[in-house]
């Protein structure tokens, strides 16, 4: 007698699909959250094709409400909202992901070293300190003010306050672990620091720091949206969410939807971005993970 077996009931050889299938379903917060920024980023990639220009004014079609020619209706200077809209969102995402990765960077070395090496500890987290007490968008205001605005001035803007946020998160986690018994073995038996970072602290630092990050990137767009918003932000000419939005609000009442269609799309990525990062708490914290 013959037994064929299928994919099913062989786990080890089981198709992708199926693979993917029951990640999703084991998933679905971070399944969802990666699906939206995936779009997204799609999205963006394609703007010079599905976008067309977002500069183009065409004053005879101002202020023209959504229709099967203007996805999302045009401006007070007849400019297509879809379009910029579409363009737009490559200043949130690049800010967004700028600012999460440099975050994380600069903010896991000043927190190894102030976790394990208490001599200096007191003094750069003091400094850490005094930076996570002035609010985040008036710091970014006052260095925009002395610089020239620009994308990259943006970046460095929203940068510097959200370091301070990584680094206590990585700084806790380093020293809860510079006090297990392991670690201090590993000391008394004269291993190097070098060795003991890299080795055994830092795998253990990189799952909070990847949800921290995510946190980063969902507070780096709406900083950046009300920094262009209030004018500080990168150049008006330059199409972004925060821009359209300040450009429409006088026209608020007559063309509602040059300012809630580019916020629906900041929210809907900011949302995104929580999304994944509660997903991935919940699946790399050990003690939430058992409960699922």
Do not use: K
């Not at 084991?26 to 976008?51: C, E, F, Q, S, Y």
């Not at 229709?67 to 490559?90: H, I, K, L, N």
């Not at 208490?118 to 610089?147: C, H, W």
Request: net charge positive; hydrophobic share 55%; charged share 15%.
């Amino acid at each position: 007698m013959t037994i064929s077996a299928t994919a099913d009931d062989l786990p080890g050889v089981a198709s992708p699909i199926a693979r993917l299938a029951v990640a999703v379903r084991r998933n679905p917060t971070i399944a969802l959250g990666a699906l939206l920024l995936a779009a997204l980023v799609v999205m963006t990639l394609a703007a010079p094709v599905i976008a067309g220009d977002p500069f183009r004014q065409a004053p005879i079609n101002r202020l023209r409400p959504p229709s099967e020619r203007f996805w999302f209706g045009t401006d007070q200077f007849g400019r297509d909202v879809f379009s910029r809209t579409v363009w737009g969102a490559r200043v949130s995402l690049i800010v967004g992901f700028a600012v999460a990765a440099l975050a994380s960077l600069i903010g896991l070395a000043i927190g190894l070293v102030c976790g394990y090496f208490r001599r200096i500890d007191g003094v750069v987290m003091r400094i850490m300190d005094g930076i996570m007490a002035i609010p985040s968008i008036l710091l970014a205001i006052a260095l925009i003010t002395l610089t020239r605005p620009g994308l990259g001035i943006v970046i460095v803007a929203i940068l510097i306050p959200e370091v301070p946020r990584v680094v206590r998160v990585v700084r806790s986690v380093v020293l809860s672990i510079r006090s297990q018994p392991y670690i201090e073995s590993a000391i008394a038996g004269g291993t190097r620091n070098t060795r003991l970072l890299t080795r055994h602290v830092l795998p253990n630092t990189l799952a909070p720091l990847i949800v921290q990050a995510t946190y980063v990137c969902a507070s780096a767009m709406l900083i950046e949206a009300g920094l262009s918003f209030l004018g500080a932000g990168v150049p008006p000419e330059i199409p972004s969410w925060g821009n359209i939005i300040a450009q429409g609000r006088t026209f608020f009442q007559i063309a509602p939807w040059s300012i809630l269609i580019p916020g629906a799309f900041l929210a809907t990525t900011v949302l995104a971005v929580n999304m994944l990062g509660d997903g991935l708490r919940d699946r790399l914290d050990p003690r939430l993970a058992r409960r699922l």
